[in-house]
């Protein structure tokens, strides 16, 4: 992404400052400190964070509150405060107003752009940080009749300032690294619905509620920009749209505001119902739309009285029904639930069954009759009812829980093993489509797939050993699963796919290791298991499209010393300071990171970069570059000013 400023309600210089009292007038000192407690109280009660800011607004509103003691008792003192007291007080009461604009912003905005701009935003904490700090340090202590038990609190709290500031944490790098890979333009790749829905997940977009309250945000964000839509702003729309896709949300254009004739009610004395929302059986408007083998739709509970009758064709066509699955119509749902809003029309209340009662026996006898086959079927059998499983894991999110909650995991992890090629090649592949759904990540791995897994990736075939890397990666999402595919030795035949595998497997490789490496013990592996020079031929060949992934891994390799030592030779350096110099925005914002990862160790690989003439491309980046890459760019030079490198 371009790595844009936060602008308008989410961001501009984070949140500007709230305006001053006129310097002309004198400020009452009850003023102040009843303005430090509603500006305290006010960012305490915002609450909901988004999920990729919210440890670091816990953990600020937590310093806040940590203030209160010290104005109370400001405010319980006796003596009249000096003009320069009041006037420190009101600058620590900016501070605060300026931390509270953030955790508004991390509270409301979209949380998408907030994912993609997390670096940017932990930059503005670190700022806030530095105004309280330098707000706390200017108070007169001597004058406001501190007790020496909240004075300790304060300097302690100020200390926690200094260090929270001088921070270095990276963005969430799993994150980062999902958002890179969906917005790959390898498309058709095993593991990207996967990617979608787990991102949807982390970032709590996978509710009709939380999809329609992103594009408020998102349409705000636009309006604030203004002009034309930034790759930054249509990167955000793209991902928006995927996860209304998988929810079955209906996509319009963002950028349009939604017209609704504000007398429309008035002038139709009856509203009507348009005839698609209509059950066929019932002719009621349906709360609980299904699809049908057919493609048609009907009301859930109509239907399955059909079929519970033993009907086994479609009502409306009289067609025989060739399977009896029934799949959740979320598009049309959504549409019903939209009209209703918008016509003030409201469905009618329907008895929620529990969930197990939300399939058709159809579909769960078909379900079992395959899980039967698997476990005690002949060959041919066992390849048809792979085949069909594969399917069915891989169409909808019911089938992947209800393919559980039946016990055939366990039949189907007995395949992996079975010695025929197919067979293998169609039970890993229904693993990964069964891992998507985050509970069985850990079922799977408990069932003992993962060396089972592993095997596949080192001898089956060229599709088969892709799919396997793309289910370690999707199954080491899990910690505890890093941890047992590191131990498997699954790391060795990953580094060989990256090696000498098609540009899918590379890819499905690189995404598998990178979220290993996370893992400190596996950093270890992948390095003794020859990782480097295989991703160094990446940075080379840049057909393949895979620098960014590259650079990925060896970031996190470089945080290891072991990883430091391997990747730390002079022609690797040279190629950083090229990308650097004239690769893409991403290009150079992960090549100037692993630099400064390198560089915070050993300021060697600093000096060597620098007889690379490493030093004007840095300037030109802090004038040029993305918010991320000048960033970066400006902590290098800092860097190397600390070592007197540079002037």
Request: hydrophobic content about 40%; charged content about 25%; proline content about 4%.
């Amino acid at each position: 992404m371009d790595g844009e400023r936060l602008g308008g309600e989410e961001g501009g210089e984070a949140a500007e400052e709230e305006s001053t009292p006129d310097e002309s007038v004198s400020p009452e000192e009850a003023d102040v400190l009843q303005e430090i407690f509603s500006v305290i109280e006010s960012a305490a009660q915002l609450g909901d964070y988004r999920r990729t800011q919210r440890k670091e607004c816990y953990n600020l509103v937590r310093r806040l509150k940590l203030l209160l003691p010290l104005i109370e008792e400001i405010r319980d003192h006796d003596e009249r405060i000096s003009e320069t007291g009041i006037g420190s007080l009101w600058n620590l009461k900016k501070a605060i107003s300026l931390a509270r604009k953030l955790l508004k912003i991390c509270n409301e905005g979209s949380k998408i752009y907030l994912a993609l701009e997390s670096e940017a935003v932990k930059v503005k904490f670190h700022k806030v940080y530095e105004r309280l700090n330098q707000a706390l340090d200017a108070l007169p202590y001597d004058q406001l009749g501190i007790s020496d038990e909240v004075n300790e609190q304060t300097q302690l709290m100020i200390v926690q300032l200094r260090r929270a500031k001088r921070r270095t944490d990276t963005q969430d790098i799993e994150l980062a690294m999902d958002l890179m890979v969906v917005f790959s333009k390898n498309d058709d790749r095993n593991a990207d619905s996967a990617i979608v829905e787990r991102l949807a997940k982390k970032l709590d977009l996978h509710t009709p509620e939380d999809l329609k309250n992103e594009t408020l945000a998102v349409r705000r964000l636009v309006k604030e920009r203004g002009g034309p839509t930034t790759e930054c702003i249509q990167q955000i729309i793209d991902l928006l749209n995927k996860f209304k896709q998988m929810a079955g949300v209906e996509v319009t254009d963002i950028l349009e505001e939604p017209t609704v004739p504000s007398k429309m009610l008035e002038k139709l004395p009856s509203l009507v119902i348009p005839h698609e929302f209509l059950c066929p059986i019932t002719l009621e408007i349906m709360t609980d739309p299904v699809i049908v083998a057919s493609g048609q739709t009907y009301e859930r509970e109509s239907i399955r009285k059909w079929l519970d009758s033993n009907h086994r064709t479609c009502p409306k066509t009289r067609q025989a029904l060739v399977h009896l699955s029934l799949a959740p119509n979320y598009a049309l749902k959504n549409l019903i639930i939209q009209w209703c809003e918008k016509n003030n029309f409201q469905l009618p209340k329907k008895h929620v069954l529990v969930e197990s009662d939300n399939l058709s026996p159809g579909q769960k006898e078909e379900i079992q009759s395959l899980i039967e086959v698997l476990s005690f079927g002949q060959l041919e059998d066992q390849r048809k009812a792979v085949i069909k499983i594969r399917m069915l894991s891989k169409e909808n999110p019911e089938n992947r829980v209800l393919f559980a909650e039946c016990g055939g995991i366990l039949p189907l992890v007995h395949l992996l093993s079975y010695p025929d090629s197919k067979v293998q090649e169609h039970a890993v592949t229904a693993v990964l489509n069964l891992s998507i759904d985050e509970a069985n990540k850990k079922s799977i791995a408990k069932e003992g797939a993962i060396p089972a897994i592993i095997d596949i990736l080192r001898k089956g075939t060229t599709e088969a050993r892709e799919n396997s890397a793309a289910c370690l990666f999707s199954l080491s999402m899990v910690d505890e699963n890093k941890i047992t595919v590191g131990l498997s030795d699954g790391i060795p035949p990953l580094v060989e796919l990256l090696q000498d595998g098609t540009i899918r497997g590379k890819k499905d490789a690189a995404t598998a290791l990178f979220n290993l490496s996370l893992n400190q013990m596996n950093k270890v592996r992948a390095i003794e298991a020859g990782i480097v020079p295989p991703l160094l031929q990446l940075l080379k060949d840049r057909n393949l499209g895979m620098v960014d992934e590259a650079l990925s891994i060896l970031l996190l390799l470089a945080s290891h010393p072991s990883g430091r030592q391997e990747i730390g030779q002079l022609s690797f350096i040279e190629t950083l300071v090229e990308f650097i110099k004239d690769g893409t925005p991403k290009n150079q914002e992960c090549a100037i990171s692993v630099l400064l990862e390198l560089g915070s160790n050993n300021s060697n690989f600093l000096l060597t970069a620098l007889q690379f003439g490493v030093y004007e491309h840095l300037i030109e980046i802090t004038r040029s570059g993305t918010s991320r890459a000048q960033r970066k760019a400006n902590s290098v030079q800092q860097l190397m000013r600390k070592y007197e490198q540079i002037p």
